[in-house]
């Protein structure tokens, strides 16, 4: 492994950013959810104190008929030591209902866009805003079956009601890359109760993708522009960028994962998956386990400690597939050159390719220091210079791909 090389600058455009833009401001005016439930029974009690145990947690609570379940979207890989395959089981269950004042959350972000409340656009706040505000359920097991036969057991989750597993599964049949996962639960459950396991080989291709303002318009570097583009703006993409990523794909084949890694919070999990399923390859989606009832957290998840979340989820990638060759795909507006340089130096050979989209719009960038050429020097030291290219148009990238894939493969 080589030695770390960190360019810490991206820290200090990260408090830039936030100080020019001033998000504390906006944080401060935005609340902090507190829940107004009865006193709790000391069932409820047990629960609480039994949910500190995480996966320990010798008796957990079921989801129940009025629960909300989310099975996240994963990638399947081969353990180095028995050839088996195994992959990472996310869950997150909440309470169908909030014991927040869900009509006092919808009014402070429509105050904040300077929405009225009687505008048509009004009910997509409160739609949105739902998963901020439902009540997480620590402790919770969920039951499932892999490919509709193979019953795994997924939790019980922890505090923050979101559950990790690492569960062995069975070779997919007739050679389908993607193998759906269906949850068993009471009739009038809701949520994302289907997912689908992508079963990647150790050998080949991959891509690791950021989101926001890579392949979505978010304006990660305005408070304002984050909480319109969440809560009311039809999700839009990149320009050029869906284009962009199906020849990927066409290069790389369809039996390459793809991964989206984000520093958006758990709570925008359903939205993000629909965005990438109109628009973009099937792919594990990576977000932050943060923010939960909270919209100020929103904002700092998306602003600071972006770089070190985002290598530490790479490690993890390169821990399940250490041998295939990546593309790491990501934009100017927040550390992702940081982060690629950063992993790219600590782990020689495993990424063969960094593009880093070009963002212009001073709502999403924030500051202009973020598109200067030194910048990227630095953050790129000791990359060699076909390894990696600033980009403003996505057509820019293509001969540099197709020359990639071509000399590596």
Known sequence: MATRYKYNGAIEMQHRTRQERRFEETEHELPNFSPFTPAPTPADKALQLLSYLGKKNPFPRSVTDQDTLWLL??????????????????????????????????????????????????????????????????????KVRQGGKTPLKLGPGGRNGISSDIKRLPNSKGGNHLVPTFAEV?????????????????????????????????????????????????????PGMPELYRFIQSLIQESSPWFYLSASPYNLYPFLRDFREQNYPHGTIILRDA?????????????LGTEDYKVDRMEKIHSW???????????????????????????????????IRKVEDIAAIGIESKNEPERFEKAFKDVPRNAWHVFSDPNECRNLIKDTVTRSS
């Not at 959350?105 to 929405?115: P, Q, T, V």
């Not at 979505?216 to 993409?237: A, C, H, M, N, Y």
């Not at 992702?336 to 960094?354: H, Q, S």
Request: with cysteine.
């Open 73 to 142: 979207d994963n990638t399947a890989y081969r353990n180095e030591n028995t050839e088996k395959w195994e992959a990472e089981f996310v869950a997150a269950v909440f309470s169908q209902h909030s014991s927040c004042v869900a009509i006092d959350a919808a009014n402070a972000i429509a105050g904040k866009i300077e929405l009225d409340e009687k505008d048509p656009n009004y009910p997509t706040i409160k739609e949105r805003i739902k998963p901020f505000l439902q009540d997480i359920k620590p402790g919770t097991q969920a």
């Open 186 to 238: 009471p009739k009038g459950a809701n949520g994302v109760l289907e997912m689908k396991t992508f079963y990647a080989e150790p050998e080949g291709w991959g891509v690791i993708s950021d989101i926001d303002d890579t392949i979505k318009i978010t304006q990660t570097s305005d408070p304002i522009g984050i909480l319109r583009t969440t809560f009311l703006d039809k999700p839009e993409v990149c």
């Open 291 to 303: 923010s939960w009832m909270s919209l100020p957290g929103l904002l700092t998840t998306l602003t």
């Open 321 to 355: 597939l250490p041998k295939r060759k990546m593309i790491c795909i990501g934009d100017s507006t927040q550390s992702d050159p940081e982060a690629y340089g950063e992993i790219y130096r600590t782990y020689p050979g495993w990424v063969k390719l960094i593009l």
